[in-house]
């Protein structure tokens, strides 16, 4: 059985840049819908205690009457288990040490990757994500619809977006740009360093 894991802060910790009621929607209903979802799903199967990570990385051996089922709220539950590590109240800014570094060498500057992070944001079509990924050379910029994830293809995202409308509608509307121009000030650079 998976669980929804707690927020690590209040719901009303990110604000104003996330408000109150999306992080109340958005954890306590899209997320657990998620994990429900997925639970029925695996149901008295022999994936039903098996590591999320593994599941997702093996999606080609779950039957395929309930694929797309575990695909997509599997998806859900890593990604969101994740996004919600990705943000900080107090946090944003430039990231220092070894982030900025590989950053910098990346993309040019920390301003050239927030542009071209931003830009895969606008441009993702419909619902789905944005991730920076360690790759041979360094980082590069990512995205995916749905709920699908770079851990499907083996890559662990070092930070994600979710550009779901569910993840900024209340407050942005139709304004995706001005939801990621504010999701800057709440990134966990701390959380991607773990992880880089
Ligand atoms: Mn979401």
């Not at 995202?157 to 990621?180: F, I, M, N, S, T």
Request: charged share 20%; aromatic share 14%; glycine share 8%.
């Amino acid at each position: 059985m998976f669980t929804l894991p707690e927020l690590p802060y209040g719901y009303d910790a990110l604000e104003p840049y996330i408000d109150e009621q999306t992080m109340r929607l958005h954890h306590d209903n899209h997320h657990q819908t998620y994990v429900d979802k997925l639970n029925s799903a695996l149901l008295e199967t022999e994936f039903a205690d098996k590591p999320l990570e593994e599941i997702l990385q093996n999606l080609e051996i779950i039957p395929e009457d309930i694929r797309t089922t575990v695909r997509n709220n599997g998806g859900g539950h890593y990604n969101h288990s994740l996004f919600w590590k990705f943000m900080a109240p107090g946090a944003g800014g430039n990231p220092d040490g070894k982030v900025g570094e590989m950053i910098n060498s990346s993309f040019g500057s920390f301003d050239a990757f927030k542009d071209k992070f931003a830009a895969s944001a606008v441009s993702r079509f419909g619902s789905g994500w944005v991730w920076l990924i360690r790759v041979e050379n360094g980082l590069e910029i990512t995205s995916s619809p749905n709920q699908d994830s770079p851990l499907m293809n083996g890559i662990t995202p070092l930070l994600g977006l979710d550009v779901w409308e569910h993840a900024y509608y209340l407050k942005y509307q139709y304004k995706r740009p001005d939801y990621v121009t504010a999701w800057w000030n709440v990134v966990n650079w701390s959380e991607v360093a773990s992880r880089i």
